[in-house]
């Protein structure tokens, strides 16, 4: 597959130099399985496969960019073509740039050859397996709306003009699950999902049992009044969090004035317990591989150390307006999109306490299991109010559900809030987090 990417690639290249341009190819090869299961019955079997092809070209300063999934040689000269026309009704701007030279990159062993041989018959008793722990765990589980089992691989080219090439393959699996639990009129929802690099690693077992667990403890809970309380936040929320902290620390947001931490590098911006990382040299983490969505090499990027901001987060584009290089997150969803600045593996360093001494300190707290209405924050000025449930912390240990509630407050404080960080590192897609505890947070209930 590399050698017919490869080859595309040296077509648009090859053009592009005739015509006395720079352009750039990005080439993808995807392919996915997805299986569903309810019931103990596979519902949904689907697989899907794709190649494609982006081209970007800058003229003069003007950007052009086309794609297409014909990699015949009459329909890349035809995209090239397009991209070159479209080029000359955009606006010239000095920052738009391609990665110069030839990287070197680091190596990574991102592709487990044992997701390709394990059989179907296989992953689907996965997917079952989960349903039927997740049943077993408590007589209360009484839906299963689904469960199933996914992987994905996919092989990456990237070449431009400046003589740039990499290329590079990887994959990856998980396993899913959410169900309902029931206690008389009551009803609660528990869900669980888990990716790993290799599929040796996937726990169906684990994943069925947690999300029973998330269902059972939330039944029969009620509302508690509205106090500032202590606050222990799962590694599951803290990462909603990291994902509005994200753009914080996108350079594109910074440069649009849209950063809640804009010109603040080298100041303290959070608790002396918090370190962030974004990390695509992490080989154990999704989104690790050895270049980004423009072939700039992978680097481990220490975002936040001890509090203090180190870093903002760039690609090509905004690197070059910022006059610094490019830390390599130019994130790319697919050929049919241009770079833009992206997380890799953006994890928050874990602590040293475990979750149970964290809680067995708190005389009165809440314990947040869900977070709702994220998308609602304000990542300029940092205020929040979201729609939260959980569990009442008395005397250091958790006792009763509680839901109906809002947590608020506001990002400068709440990361700034953070007392003490739990030894349970946990990853959610490519997000990590451990267990948090805050000082306090305002919680509105009755």
Same mark, same amino acid.
Request: proline share 3%; net charge negative; hydrophobic share 40%.
């Given at each position: $597959? ?9 077509? *648009? ?28 019955? $596979? ?63 680091? *190596? ?17 008793? $996965? ?60 009803? %609660? ?57 994200? %753009? ?18 080298? %100041? ?39 509090? *203090? ?31 833009? *600045? ?105």
């Amino acid at each position: $597959m590399e050698n017919l990417l490869s080859a595309a690639g040296e077509r *648009v290249i090859n053009s592009a130099r005739k015509k006395g341009i720079e352009a750039e190819a990005f080439l993808l090869h995807d392919k996915e399985l997805s299986i569903e299961i309810i019931d103990g019955r $596979m519902d949904t079997l689907k697989e899907a496969e794709e190649t494609g092809l982006g081209i970007r070209v800058i003229n003069d300063g003007k950007l052009g960019f086309v794609y297409t999934s014909d990699l015949s040689a009459y329909a890349i000269e035809e995209a090239l073509d397009h991209a070159l026309s479209i080029s000359r009704y955009t606006v010239a701007d000095q920052h738009n740039q391609l990665p110069e030279g030839n990287f070197a990159y680091p *190596v990574m062993d991102l592709y487990d050859d044992n997701i390709i041989s394990t059989s179907l018959e296989a992953k689907i008793e $996965m997917a079952r397996q989960i349903e039927r722990v997740a049943r077993s765990c408590d007589s209360r589980v009484r839906i299963i709306e689904r469960a199933g089992y996914n992987d994905n691989e996919f092989t990456a080219v990237i070449m431009n003009t400046h003589g740039l090439y990499a290329s590079g393959r990887a994959n990856s699996c998980g396993l899913y699950i959410f169900l309902v639990a029931q206690e008389g009129n009551d009803a %609660q929802n528990g869900f669980s999902f888990s990716s790993k690099k290799c599929i040796r690693d996937l726990q169906p077992e684990a994943v069925g049992k947690e999300a029973a667990r998330r269902a059972v403890r939330s039944l029969n809970a009620r509302s508690i009044n509205s106090a500032q309380l202590p606050c222990i936040l799962e590694p599951y929320v803290v990462t909603k969090f990291l994902g509005l902290l994200a %753009q914080s620390v996108d350079a594109g947001a910074v440069q649009k004035g849209k950063s809640l931490w804009g010109e603040q590098t080298g %100041q303290l911006v959070a608790s002396e317990h918090f370190s962030l990382l974004d990390d695509a040299t992490y080989a154990q983490g999704i989104a690790a591989f050895p270049f980004d969505g423009e072939g700039v090499p992978a680097r481990r990027n220490i975002v936040i150390k001890d509090g *203090v901001l180190q870093t903002f987060l760039y690609d090509s584009y905004t690197a070059g307006k910022a006059g610094v290089e490019s830390t390599g997150n130019g994130h790319r969803g697919s050929f049919r999109s241009l770079p833009s *600045v992206g997380t890799s593996n953006f994890m928050l360093q874990a602590g040293c306490e475990s979750p149970e001494k964290l809680i067995s300190e708190i005389e009165k707290g809440f314990y947040v299991t869900e977070i709702m209405g994220m998308h609602t924050a304000n990542p300029i000025s940092g205020d929040f109010s979201l729609g939260a449930s959980g569990l009442m912390i008395e005397n250091g240990m958790l006792t009763y559900p509680v839901r109906g509630v809002t947590v608020a407050g506001n990002m400068v404080n709440f990361f700034k809030d953070i007392e003490t960080l739990g030894n349970d590192l946990c990853f959610f897609g490519s997000r990590a987090a451990p267990t948090v505890r805050l000082r306090s947070m305002s919680i509105a209930g009755e």
